[in-house]
Structure formats: structure tokens, C-alpha cells
């Protein structure tokens, strides 16, 4: 039986492993092992059991003497000691020394060859197996045949932890170690722990090299401009960057290096609630055979889709191959960028729905992160809230947030990117009061940034956020520019943007490594 150079990491006794399988086969075996059911579209479909969403409090990373002094320890980089994690990994490895079958798949990240990482991930599950084949970068045969690790992600969500023993919370565990090339995911079947694994791993080997990796959406134009989008979910990201305009680099992860933007990985990971033909076509026509489709509820007759049905959890996604995407950039390598777009959903209604950010400012926005919760979109939410998320993808950082936002401010110097704040939230008033900003207002103000014509209007200052607003725009009403404007009581809007402004100061003075500079960027709350 081939072994692949398993024996090294302590795997060495499955019966069968099975290495960088086609999607045919891997969807076979699922089916047959009762992994999940083939829906009327053929995308496979699974259901993750009790983890339908990534579970932070069970991520660690090792403290290991390579490392200690770099990562930004806290409370989303919780540590776990090297002797806790061995033991650990030993365990796991013996658990699945006991199964019938491991499957294999050798695949990279990073689509500019210059900054590719080759990453081997041992699944206990074929239906995982599919979908990080179709989340990486998948090699040629002649890649393969060469194919050597520079790290390795054993998954067995069918191992549960013990926590007293293991030194972890739960049954379940996401450990990183960054020094021996070493990802472990145990007792949790959500799919999305391997993608963001590998992203955690490449945030902290790019900034080594000179790339700026970035939580975000490229797309380009016919001129090859390039244009990048950060945000968090409910912002528009992807919405807003599938512009059939305009080809898709990626949807999620990508590297800014001396070269321009690449796209870290080969497939996409979108979600699916109220997913629909006419809202999101692409999307829509992606969920096909060779897809991974997790908790969306099935007819069991019919074997169609209820996108709309929320009752295992409202992060129903699915993943595919980037090539489903018609209008995707292959390889997924962009310019250096042109426009460098920050989303945020206001719930307050505060924030212009566009505005101009320059570089302090760039890199005070980028490190606050923000954007507002919803009633309705997490359990105990009864009225918005603001939420900061440093640098849009907090939980996947290792390092000191100042490091990535030091690398912003030095890409956009050198290319001389422009950098826009654009609220997809509200305006009027908050949630409630005011209404949402209309999509193809928001879709008009994008194309205007992207296309140049901001460079040419009137700014005015924002005096509480210190933006400047652009007074006009092709397609968008004038009044809506300015928000102020578009509420009935100005005193209320004053003290709604005062209590938001005090929301972002308070939040930033836990950045303690940031510039005075950066730091007077900020808002103006008194």
C-alpha cells in the first residue's frame, strides 16, 4: 500500500490511503459511507453536526521558542504548549491508524508561483476531502509527482478531545504550529476550520516575504486595474465584487506583493442563506456536481434546495472550484491596485455612503475593522451593535495588528492607491428609522471609485470622522452623499455620530502599537 511518507507524521496502519482523488470518486465514496446525499443540482450535500460554524474558543497555536516573541498572544491567539500538542497529535494519529480509509490531497496556496505554499491535508472524511480540493490550488500531474509539504493538516472530526487531559475547551481543538509545519483539527466536521487554517498559516509565512495578506475580494477590469475588497460578513464583499463588468481574482484571500494582488487560494466558500437565481446568479449556478454544500436543509423527495431555511444555522455555505465562476481571472493573479475599497454595514446611518480615507486614515479605518451586528443575525442581538474586527479578519491574524496595517500604508504609498469607506448599511436614520442604502446607488458609487471619476468632484470634510465626501457622483442622488442631510432631526444625527465616534476611539486604544499619527486619524467623539 502507497503511504505517501505518512509514517513520519505517525500514520501507519489505515488500510487503503488515498491520494488527490478525482471529485467522481470522493462524492462516491461519501455517498456510500452515508457521508451525505447527492442533491437534484449533484452537489454533494452534508450536514456538520453540532459545529455548523468555526469555533474560536477552541483555536491555539503553540508557543514554541521559534515563535513565542512574534505572535500577538490574547484571546484569539490562545496558547498551547508544545508538550500538550504533540501528545495531542499522537492521540489523533492513533485514532486514525484505526480507520478503513485516509484520504489525502496535496494542493497549494498562493497563485503566483513566486509566494506558493504547498500544503498535504489527511482527511478522515471523503466529503472534506472534497472540499479542500476544491478550496486549494490544485496541482498537475507533474507538480505531483514532486510534490514535497512545507506543512500538514490531519482532520478527524470523528476524535473527540478531552479537554482536563488534553489541555484544550472542548471536544474539539484547532491547533497550529507554525514551527514544525503542523495544522491538527479534531472533533469539529465544519469545513471552513481547514480553509482558515491554511489562511492563518499563510498571514503569518507572507509578511515574511514582503506580502501583504489581506481578508478580501480582488476582481479587475478590461484595463487590468485592479481593485480589492475588505469587509466582513453582511458588508457586500462578495456581492459587490462579482461585477460581471469586471473578472473575479478571488472571493475571500489574497496577497499584495511588489508584483500585485494573487489570490491564496483555488476555489470559493460562499454562503447560502436566501441564496437565490436572481440576487446572485453565479453563486447560484456554482452549487453543481463537484460542489460541497454544508447544512442547506434538502427535500428529501425532490432532493432540492430550501436556501431559505435557516433551522441548523443561518451560515449554510458551499464550496466550489473558482472555475465555476464564469467571469474568474485563471490564474487568479491581478495588478498592482488601483482602488483599495473598505465595506461596512452602518447600522447607525452615519457613515457617508462613500468617502475618501487618506493614508493615516487608511490605516486607522483598516485596523478598526468595522462594521454593525443586526437584530436577528446572531442569538440575543435585539438592537445593533457595533462590532470592530481588527483589520476585517481578526480571528486569523498571528501577529500584532500594527504589523499588517504598517504594510497597507506602504502598498498603497508605493502604488499610489486610492482608498475609499463605503457604508452598504444604512442612512436616514439607524436600523428601524432610516433605510437601507439602495444596492445600485452603492453598485454606482463603487464603479465610480473603480472608473476615476471621484478623482474629479468636490470633497467636503466629514467634521465628526474626518472623511471627505464627495459632492457629487454619476447616478447616485447628491442628498444621500452627505448624511446628515438625509436625516429629518440633525440634533439626533449628532449625537448618533458622537456615540458611534466614542465607540471607535474606545475600541482603538487597545492598539497600543499604533502611531500617534494613525491614532489622531480617528473620529472626533467630544
Request: proline share 5%; glycine share 8%.
Amino acid at each position: 500500500m502507497a503511504n505517501f511518507n505518512l509514517n513520519s507524521l505517525g500514520i501507519t496502519n489505515p488500510k487503503q490511503v488515498l491520494r488527490n482523488l478525482e471529485p467522481a470518486t470522493l462524492i462516491e465514496h461519501a455517498v456510500i459511507k452515508g457521508e451525505g446525499k447527492l442533491s437534484s443540482t449533484g452537489a454533494l450535500t452534508v450536514n456538520t453536526g453540532k459545529y455548523t460554524g468555526r469555533s474560536p474558543n477552541d483555536k491555539f497555536i503553540v508557543d514554541s521558542k521559534g515563535v513565542h516573541d512574534e505572535i500577538a498572544w490574547g484571546k484569539v491567539n490562545r496558547p498551547i504548549s508544545q508538550e500538550k500538542f504533540d501528545a495531542l497529535w499522537n492521540r489523533v494519529t492513533e485514532y486514525v491508524n484505526s480507520l478503513e480509509t485516509v484520504y489525502v490531497f496535496d494542493g497549494y496556496a498562493g497563485a503566483d508561483p513566486k509566494y506558493t505554499m504547498a500544503f498535504r491535508v489527511i482527511n478522515e472524511l471523503a466529503s472534506q476531502n472534497l472540499f479542500i480540493r476544491d478550496l486549494l490550488i490544485r496541482p498537475s500531474k507533474e507538480q505531483l509527482e514532486s510534490y514535497t509539504p512545507d506543512f500538514v493538516v490531519l482532520t478527524a472530526p470523528g476524535f473527540k478531545c478531552d479537554p482536563e487531559r488534553d489541555g484544550v475547551n472542548s471536544e474539539a481543538a484547532i491547533i497550529i504550529d507554525y514551527e514544525a509545519g503542523k495544522i491538527l483539527i479534531a472533533g469539529s466536521q465544519y469545513s471552513g476550520e481547514m480553509k482558515k487554517s491554511v489562511f492563518s498559516t499563510m498571514n503569518y509565512f507572507m509578511t515574511k516575504k514582503n506580502v501583504f495578506p489581506m481578508h478580501c475580494s480582488a476582481n479587475i477590469g478590461k484595463d487590468e486595474d485592479t481593485a480589492i475588497f475588505f469587509g466582513l460578513s453582511g458588508t457586500g464583499k462578495t456581492t459587490l465584487s462579482a461585477d460581471p463588468e469586471r473578472q473575479l481574482i478571488g472571493d475571500d484571500e489574497h496577497g499584495w506583493s511588489d508584483d500585485g494582488v494573487f489570490n491564496f487560494e483555488g476555489g470559493c466558500y460562499a454562503k447560502c442563506i436566501n441564496l437565490s437565481k436572481e440576487g446572485e446568479p453565479e453563486i447560484y449556478n456554482a452549487i453543481k456536481f463537484g460542489a460541497l454544500v454544508e447544512n442547506v436543509i434538502l427535500n428529501e423527495e425532490t432532493r432540492e434546495y430550501d436556501f431559505d431555511d435557516g433551522s441548523l444555522t443561518e451560515n449554510t455555505r458551499v464550496g466550489y472550484p473558482i472555475e465555476f465562476i464564469p467571469s474568474a481571472r485563471i490564474p487568479s493573479v491581478g495588478t498592482q491596485p488601483k482602488t483599495v475599497i473598505f465595506l461596512t454595514a452602518d447600522a447607525f446611518g452615519v457613515l457617508p455612503p462613500i468617502s475618501k480615507l487618506d493614508l493615516n486614515q487608511a490605516m486607522y479605518y483598516f485596523v478598526s475593522g468595522y462594521t454593525s451586528k443586526l437584530a436577528g443575525t446572531e442569538r440575543g442581538i435585539t438592537s445593533p451593535e457595533a462590532t470592530f474586527s481588527t483589520c476585517f479578519g481578526e480571528p486569523f491574524l498571528p501577529l500584532d495588528p500594527s504589523i499588517y496595517a504598517k504594510m497597507l500604508s506602504e502598498k498603497v504609498a508605493k502604488t499610489g492607491a486610492n482608498v475609499y469607506l463605503v457604508n452598504t448599511g444604512w442612512a436616514g436614520g439607524a436600523y428601524g428609522k432610516g433605510s437601507r442604502m439602495k444596492l445600485k446607488y452603492t453598485r454606482a458609487m463603487v464603479s465610480a471609485a473603480l472608473n476615476g471619476t471621484l478623482n474629479n468632484v468636490e470633497y467636503v470634510k466629514d467634521e465628526i470622522f474626518g472623511v471627505s465626501i464627495p459632492t457629487s457622483c454619476p447616478n447616485v442622488p447628491s442628498e444621500i452623499l452627505i448624511p446628515v442631510n438625509t436625516w429629518e432631526d440633525k440634533e439626533e444625527y449628532k449625537l448618533t455620530a458622537k456615540a458611534l465616534a466614542k465607540r471607535f476611539v474606545e475600541n482603538f486604544k487597545k492598539y497600543t502599537h499604533m502611531s500617534e499619527e494613525v491614532v489622531k486619524a480617528g473620529p472626533k467623539a467630544e
